[in-house]
């Protein structure tokens, strides 16, 4: 048995910045903030560390509770956004075929490892049609470390195929560095894939155990699960 953890934005789609633009939008709706937003990294991060980032941009205080309220905007904005963002939307090459094949195989366990609330993640896929392949993961409502959530993901794993499922049996999908260190994090094998904002030179210093320009080529990820 494999299991096989997939990232979402800049791994499976690229949501046209509709997650990046709702949180924006929701900070001013909930708080009246406003003027530019600048600087702010997301890619490789979780959803909880930007939007703290996002509160100290605008000198807004951090708690539980507006954290909460922030949260509630962005997933009600969320699906007009990524509409509003289409045209510049779009799902990577070979990754609904990926993800339909590997679906359909009684050996491998497909599940998530991102940055995204756990709502918005499923939104995301929702709306690109991907939703239905994925019921659980390490999702980034919780944490600020990309680590932590990679725990968590792995925490689901044994949950589901018990405690002593050999984490070299898992292999993590992303497109950042940050995705690499977290699947080394958990003992796990690492495919990066360059269709994110990284090139395959920025990559490869990272050293993931294998390294795609993207999953055009199914068969040569296929042949990874073999082993």
Known sequence: MKVCLFD???????????????????????????????????AGRTDRAIAIDVFNAYDLPFSELSFRQ?????????????????????????????????????D????????????AAYLKLEHYGMHHHFDFGGFG???????????????????????????????????????????????SNVVAVATGIYSIEELKPTEPDYLFEDFSDLDRFLKLLEF
């Not at 001013?28 to 997301?42: H, Q």
């Not at 045209?87 to 359909?104: A, D, F, K, N, W």
């Not at 491998?108 to 709502?119: A, K, P, S």
């Open 70 to 106: 922030f949260l509630d905007c962005y997933l009600k904005l969320l699906p007009t956004h990524l509409k509003d963002c289409e045209p510049q939307g779009r799902v990577y090459p070979g990754m609904p075929e990926t993800l339909e094949i590997l679906s359909q195989r009684d």
């Open 141 to 187: 409502d919780k944490y600020t470390s990309r680590n932590d959530v990679a725990k968590e993901a792995l925490g689901h794993v044994h949950q589901r195929l018990g405690s002593d499922f050999d984490s070299s049996d898992v292999w993590v999908i992303g497109d950042t560095p940050a995705d690499v260190e977290c699947a080394r994090a958990i003992g």
């Open 8 to 42: 979402i934005d800049g791994t499976l789609l690229h949501s046209g910045g509709a997650g990046g633009s709702a949180m924006l939008a929701a900070i001013r709706e909930e708080f009246g903030a406003s003027g530019p937003l600048y600087d702010i990294p997301a």
């Open 108 to 119: 491998i366990v497909l599940g998530l490892l991102t940055g995204n609330y756990r709502e």
